[in-house]
């Protein structure tokens, strides 16, 4: 599939584009026609989007510019365009989470996550394509880096919108492995932080126990920026000068040979640039973790289907419906040993993570897969997600074929803002992701 | 049934015996002695005690006396002998739980709580009866104000023990209402904190997610005492004047018209001398609470005992019988349903709790019923106990029929030491408990 470079320069990130806003220098008008243009010229191929809302985009950002030339500024996020994944509710847009055709909804309010981005000044440019209820019938997004490719799921669209320099933030979800392995597959940051850092009100459910809110950006001052902004509270990351890093070879292992050869050697700059890495072996729980997971993620998927399932089961793509009749049939003494499974993998694993600076892994097993019928493998992010516990991919490089390669950072519950002093760090020996040929 | 008045004169409460103890004025082994004199003197009619453990408790008290002319204390109980709900394990001695034919252990290590009462220098008496695992197939033991009335459970033992003058503190469980409602029943005061205060390892579990540690004492600094023991951390209560109290009349009118007006001229009281009372409405989640923690109660307590069950269901009792067979028939969604019902009335009360320094309520509907076959109906006390919202039950006169009557005390999670405030000036108010005449 041939790479066309688009004629479009890179817009601004996140906070730039709000800094510049600030002073002056950018207006958020012309902000937002440069995005809307972007998806214009690109958005055929890539389908990022369900919904462009292009008038609400422009009538925000006149209020933006408003506010900005009498020097009001909303907050930190001033005119930032924002992409939201189909499962957010945007007051008057509809919400399809993939099942349009039975599921719509058009919410009167905004999901608290984008009423916070929104307090902040973001301008929500529109919807991005998820796969069916963000699990795994795949949307019909392309992977910015290669046509041929999936982006990665369940947060495709707004993977693929940010690494494709249509906007500068998106929200996702991350259920199992939704935001950081569309990240990983498609070269950008994505980071979610302990489970409940930001609220999930608003948002249609996967699992509620599991559902994590989570942003795209192109680095992690950008991560970090809208997560203060999501969580409501100070997450300043601490400086982080010769980090603690945990390197688990049972995860290695899961990873193909490239993978693994890829994060020891990131594992080694990282320790030439003066990070201790030390091996670790994850705690005995670990081995039933990823079968629990999935028990729940089964049970609390068809506690929430269960009444617009006995109406539309036809309707439901294989995956979600094998999910949700699996659930249906789950004994509750199943789920609840499940919980406790994943409820002790949790506390076993904190005392590890805290103890390090941060735990250094896969994103996923492989880049990206070729095709759009799997949304690849979320192996490597779901013990993170399971265990509630904030966790972030780093793009790190290139593989043979010219996908993107990336590192997970993981660190314990309530370390968000740890993690994100970690991951600036390794940010800066890595280098800055590169942007796809459009 | 006559009551016959004991000849031995009241052992001293928790605090009083520590600080006896510690100035010099009493000798741990006379206090054991004491104790054992006064279950040698009772037990035989009120099957408090289902292990006395005289021998080691002597030990015990031998080694405490000993420190304590060397001028050395464990800690606030050094000395302070102790009963211990056989659900709990002690090391050494078996844990029947109710249910010696089939399911007793000898464990090598105390229960976390055992562990932490004892370094503190409590000595521990025995194990009190318990309903068979802590469910509501009933105990042996009889109450203290009236023989042939139950003392309520599941924790019918300790409540017994501290109400016959056999031992100043005792450990209980309470899941639905097996704390407070013996304490009611047996006139003294039961208190459970905010759910996970007090760790439960080592304690045979009903409903993990319900499950909480709680003590009986005679009044409500000891109970402060014991519990910021067993929390591993201060709860010192703030002084507290003109508490605020919220009276839900649906409360009321669960009850007897008898304790119905009983708490009414309790509020009165309070009221009189200072406090000032509101009535209030609870959350619209309050109608499913209790079916909900029924629900988890089910599913939770099939999937502990489901091993045991299959080799021995005949010899489990009706109630906890028919209990683990409704579990294990239950589905996933159910359970996930209900606990979102609950944990929806937490979220919802919350507030309510927090704008007042106390709810009043009636600690159970009436006294303690005639017989020993049922051990009452815990319905005042369930929604705090699904809530997991620390409650107290506050010995506050007596019935027509001679038999104790109660109040409790509820506030929101988090705010144990607060609602031990109120309670102290509720109880100051009240006056002190009245002692049964065996």
């Known amino acids: ?87 957010f509710d945007v007051a008057g847009l509809p919400t399809a989470a993939g099942a349009a055709p039975f599921a719509h909804t058009r919410p009167a309010a905004d999901a608290a996550s984008v009423a916070r981005l929104r307090g902040a000044g973001a301008v929500v440019l529109g919807k991005t394509h998820t796969t069916q ?54 070269g950008v940051v994505g980071f979610k932080g302990t489970h409940g850092l930001v609220p999930a009100d608003g948002v249609v459910p996967l699992a509620w126990s599991l559902d994590h809110v989570g942003v795209f950006t192109r680095d992690v001052a ?119 499974a994943r409820l002790a993998f949790r506390e076993e694993v904190m005392p590890l993570l805290l103890a390090h600076d941060a735990l250094l892994s896969p994103s996923a097993p492989a880049p990206a897969p070729a095709g759009l019928a799997s949304t690849g493998d979320a192996w490597h992010c779901a013990p993170w997600s399971f265990a509630g516990v904030p966790a972030i991919s780093l793009p790190s490089g290139l593989a043979a074929s010219g996908l993107p390669l990336a590192v997970q950072l993981v660190q314990a519950a309530g370390a968000s803002a740890r993690l994100l002093g970690v991951a600036a760090w390794c940010e800066g020996v890595l280098g800055p992701g590169a942007a796809p040929a459009l």
Chains 1, 2 share one sequence.
């Open 1 to 87: 599939m041939p790479h066309v470079r688009c004629a479009e320069p890179a817009l601004p990130g996140a906070r730039e584009a709000a800094e510049r806003i600030r002073r002056g220098a950018l207006d958020p008008v012309a902000l937002v026609e440069a995005c809307l243009e972007r998806i214009q010229a690109l958005d055929g191929r890539l389908a990022a989007w369900v919904h462009v809302d292009a008038e609400g985009a422009r009538a925000q950002a006149r209020e933006r510019a408003a506010e900005a030339r009498g020097g009001r500024f909303r907050g930190s996020l001033h005119g930032v365009p924002l992409g939201v994944k189909d499962i």
């Open 133 to 186: 209820f963000a699990y795994r019938d795949p949307a019909p997004t392309r992977n910015p880096w290669n046509e041929a490719h999936t982006p990665g799921g369940s947060s495709s669209g707004s993977a693929a919108a940010v690494a494709a320099g249509m906007v500068p933030l998106a929200l996702g979800s991350q259920t199992v492995g939704s935001v950081l392995r569309p990240a990983a597959y498609c």
């Open 222 to 340: 950008d991560a970090t920026l809208a997560i203060g902004v999501l969580a409501g509270r100070d997450l300043e990351p601490p400086e982080v000068r010769a980090p603690r890093l945990a390197l688990a070879p049972e995860l290695l292992a899961h990873a193909t040979p490239e993978v693994a050869a890829h994060v020891r050697a990131s594992a080694d700059a990282f320790a030439r640039a003066g990070a201790r890495v030390e091996e670790v072996r994850l705690p005995a729980s670990f081995a039933g973790l990823h079968a629990a997971g999935q028990a729940i993620l089964e049970a609390e998927a068809a506690a929430y289907h269960a009444p617009a399932f006995a109406r539309h089961a036809a309707d439901y793509g294989p995956g979600i419906r094998t999910l949700v009749a699996a659930g249906l049939a789950a004994p509750a003494t199943a789920y609840i040993h499940a919980t406790r």
